[in-house]
């Protein structure tokens, strides 16, 4: 399991709350796979949608809040280096969410990309998915 557990949590103007977890675990001959990942839930409110039908279908079909999670991860990092590696990831993670969710259409185009990724595998036919 994780050696250090979260990392960090980082508060954005826009309300929206991005937490870093350490999910590393000892792979093979003192040997790691560096794992980091990002979750921030992302609220319904945050999207500013006006309608109460479209707000209720988004509500049944994603719930309320829609978990965002990203990973990053190494894998065999020896001893040695698991604290540099970690760091990077970390900064990886950071470089590439910061943006995104500073941004203030954030949560709407998230939000609605779900909704259509979820309408999608429903429209497959494929229950497991849905």
């Known amino acids: 399991m994780s050696e250090q557990g979260a990392l960090m949590v980082r508060e954005f103007a826009n309300g929206l709350k991005l937490e870093l977890v350490d999910t590393s675990r000892h792979y093979f001959g003192g040997y790691w796979r560096l794992s980091i ?24 079909q994603l719930g309320d809040p829609v978990p965002l999670v990203r990973s990053v991860e190494q894998m065999a990092v020896p001893p040695e280096l698991v ?28 939000i609605a990309k779900e909704y259509q990724q979820r309408i999608k595998r429903t429209l497959r036919g494929i229950p497991c998915l849905s």
């Open 37 to 60: 990942e990002a979750r921030c839930l992302v609220p319904l409110s945050a999207a500013t949608i006006d309608d109460p039908e479209r707000l209720a279908e988004l509500r049944r």
């Open 83 to 110: 604290d540099e590696t970690r760091a990077a990831l970390q900064q990886r993670l950071l470089t590439q969410l910061e943006p995104l969710l500073e941004h203030p259409d954030f949560a709407a185009r998230f």
